[in-house]
């Protein structure tokens, strides 16, 4: 079993930057897929970006590459997604998850979620 947990959320206004944290603990695979997914109210869930254990292959939704960028420490096995030049659209429940081996389909485990607020 897998345990996410994220931080760093909160609430800040447009243009400002955010970086939240995804901590995972108890069973860790030996290559996994990790991502970011946020959802908005009344919205459907997004992918934002995940990035793959044993490359460091990564994915971004197009419409957020040049301002959110992910980064993998895989000895803390923890990730991070830098969110710089924040709109009022980003605001949104952001959660983390993790996949065995794969990054397509499903993801396995999800965290909790990190709530953030852009306001302008």
């Known amino acids: 079993q897998v345990q996410l947990v994220e931080s760093g959320g909160g609430s800040v206004q447009a243009g400002g930057s955010l970086r939240l944290s995804c901590a995972a603990s108890?069973?860790?695979?030996?290559?996994?897929?990790m991502g970011w997914f946020r959802q908005a109210p009344g919205k459907e869930r997004e992918e934002v970006a995940h990035i793959y254990s044993i490359t460091d292959n990564t994915f971004y939704a197009d419409s957020l590459k040049g301002r959110f960028t992910m980064s993998l420490d895989g000895a803390k096995n923890t990730l991070y997604l830098q969110m710089n030049s924040l709109k009022p659209e980003d605001t949104a429940m952001y959660y983390c998850a993790l996949n065995a081996r794969y990054c397509s389909g499903t993801f396995t485990y999800w965290g909790q979620g990190t709530q953030v607020t852009v306001s302008s």
């Open positions: 108890g069973y860790m695979y030996s290559n996994y897929c």
